[in-house]
């Protein structure tokens, strides 16, 4: 069995069992005018970080191995959008609402839609999912364990957010979780480390956090 080093311990490497989850590298989170930016962030963070995303993915492609998608949207007639999830704060634009790439969060919408460097290519699997967590209201279990996939690297945004909200997810599904520390980014740098550092803390009690080069290393001479 090939190992990726990681932290808090090496990731034991199951090749026939592995798949990348990119959590919601959309224009939304990353284009102003976007939801995120909606939300008062600076969206410049997140598009830093399409590089290393877009390398991940590649290895997982030469290696033939699975990778899937994710994007947090709603259906256009908002009914999975709970009020309590519209109404919260005080955005300048609502999911649902018109703005300069269609509406929020719709689905269908041009600003909805994954980031060009790091699209699904045919054959990808793509979850839409209405909440935070890429397991709730969706097929996403039901699909990982028709291929019997048992062990999940973890990329995209937010580190605190989605990304952490699936991966938590998932660990509790019975899932071994590796979060790649240069393909996610948060709004905030201290909440990144943060995640990071809760992820990995008393012996991965949520998963493995590992460098871009290692998982890389590994996929390919694994
Ligand atoms: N995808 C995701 O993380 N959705 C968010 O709303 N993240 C924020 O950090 N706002």
Known sequence: MREIKAQPFPFPLRRERIALVVIDMQRDFAEPGGFGESLGNDVSRITRIIPDVARLIEGFRTAGLPVIHTMECHRADLSDLPPAKRDRGNPSLRIGDLGPMGRVLIA??????????????????????????????TPLGEILKARGIEQLVFAGVTTEVCVQTTMREANDRGYECLLCEEATESYFEEFKMAAIAMIRAQGAIVG??????????ALTHG
Do not use: Q
């Open 208 to 217: 493995w956090t590992a460098h871009l080069d290692d998982i890389l290393e």
């Open 108 to 137: 269908g919408e041009a600003g909805t839609a994954i980031l060009d460097a790091v699209a699904p290519i045919h054959g990808e699997v793509v979850i839409e999912k209405p909440g935070k967590g890429a397991f709730y209201a």
